[in-house]
């Protein structure tokens, strides 16, 4: 076993090691009543669904945009992309979608954190746009090293021909980015909490997180596989999305003081907007892109 699967390990079961000493140096704190319910669950898991599938949409048509100005025949699906052609700069090209989502990301975390205060339900669904921009990408460094076969892989070791020891190092990199970023993040969710929750209490946090992102991000995952399938083996890539990155913002809740509530609208009830949104999109996918799109 080498360093970065060490790290991938660690990655998955460092919010299960967090998550049990806080179970253990919270126990006698009860859980509060009122902080969140079914309503907030429902509104985050369609934004987050929604923000996963534009990501990843955006990401396929930046692959597709760098073989077309290679002036290969490129196809866009619902769940991928091919070509037909070749050119020595192809493989550079496997990288364009990763560091596009990943501008996108960045984009979207600085329009959230200019609309901090604001109560506008969509402010949850650019907080999710910039969580999947850089969660969805981030990680495709260290599986470069895993699997050079795959599209950051193949841009990284066919193209730049980085040796093993730069691999690795970017790998590591793009480990400790993952962690801190999930564990940040969780800040600026928590500001969705009522303006008058006691974000002193730890359990007023961990019940929070647990509603907005946890919950949320489950049922998220699960309403992006119509989106993936057919195959059926597509299915699992929201799951891996959301077991490398939710946990951690969860289970770190208790490190993010000095936060400030902001009542916002997703708290009081089920906004349809997003959801006809969403059944839109899936539409688009599974009526258009399922069929093949050709640039």
Partial sequence: MNLVEIFLGVLLLGPVVWTIYNKVKYKELFSPKGIANY???????????????????????????????????????????????????????????????????????????????????????????????????????????LDPGTDVGEALVDYFNLSTPVLIGLATTSFM????????????????????????DPKVKFKYLGFIALAAGIAGSILVVPFRIPPVSQAITPFIVF????????????????VRGTSNRVNDKIFWSPVLFLLLLLMFFQFV???????
């Fill in 177 to 200: 980015a993952i962690i801190l970023f999930n564990v940040w993040i969780g800040k600026p969710l928590l500001e969705f909490i009522s303006a008058n929750a006691n974000l002193s």
């Fill in 39 to 145: 309503v907030v669950i429902i509104n985050s898991a369609v934004m987050y669904a929604l923000a996963f599938n534009i990501i990843f949409f955006f990401q396929e048509v930046f692959l597709v945009l760098g073989k077309k100005i290679l002036g290969l025949k490129a196809f866009l699906y619902h769940n991928n992309h091919e070509w037909i052609g070749e050119h020595p700069m192809t493989s550079l090209m496997q990288g364009s979608g990763a560091l596009a989502i990943f501008l996108i990301g960045l984009i979207s975390l600085v329009i959230l954190l200019r609309i901090r205060n604001s109560k506008s339900i969509w402010k949850l669904f650019i907080f999710w746009m910039a969580f999947h921009g850089i969660v969805q990408s981030i990680p495709q460094v260290m599986i470069a090293y």
């Fill in 289 to 295: 892109l399922a069929a093949g799109v050709a640039f």
């Fill in 243 to 258: 077991f490398v990155s939710v946990p951690w913002t969860w289970s770190s809740a208790v490190i993010n003081n000095a």
